[in-house]
Nanobody
C-alpha cells in the first residue's frame, strides 16, 4: 500500500503561479510512476502530468509549457509547478501513484481555485 498526501492548493489570481506537492509513504518501492490528475466541477478526472521512475514524462497537450512535473526520489515527493494559471484550471488536483501489476493509489486531492 502507498499513501499519498497532497499540499499546496489554494486561491490564486489568473496569471499567477502555484506549486503543488505530494508526499508518498508506505511501500514506495512498488511505485512505477507518479502523476497529477485534476477534476473540474461537472467534468471527468483528467491526466495533467505523469513522470515515470526513469524520468520520462507525459503531459496533457493543453497544459504543456505552463505546467511542470518533478520528482524528488530522496524525499519520495512529486511536485507540480503551475504557471500562468487560468480560471479554467480551477479543479481538485489529485496525486496518483502507478504501482506494479497495474494497481494505483490516490491522494484525497487539493483544491486549486483561479479567480479572474
Amino acid at each position: 500500500q502507498v499513501q499519498l498526501v497532497e499540499s499546496g492548493g489554494g486561491l490564486v489570481q489568473a496569471g499567477g503561479s502555484l506549486r503543488l506537492s505530494c508526499a508518498a509513504s508506505g511501500n514506495i518501492f512498488s511505485i512505477n510512476a507518479m502523476a497529477w490528475y485534476r477534476q473540474a466541477p461537472g467534468k471527468q478526472r483528467e491526466l495533467v502530468a505523469r513522470m515515470f521512475n526513469g524520468g520520462s514524462t507525459n503531459y496533457a497537450d493543453s497544459l504543456k509549457g505552463r505546467f511542470t512535473i518533478s520528482r524528488d526520489n530522496a524525499k519520495n515527493t512529486v511536485s507540480l509547478q503551475m504557471n500562468n494559471l487560468k480560471p479554467e484550471d480551477t479543479a481538485v488536483y489529485y496525486c496518483n501513484a502507478l504501482l506494479r501489476y497495474g494497481m494505483d493509489s490516490w491522494g484525497k486531492g487539493t483544491l486549486v481555485t483561479v479567480s479572474s
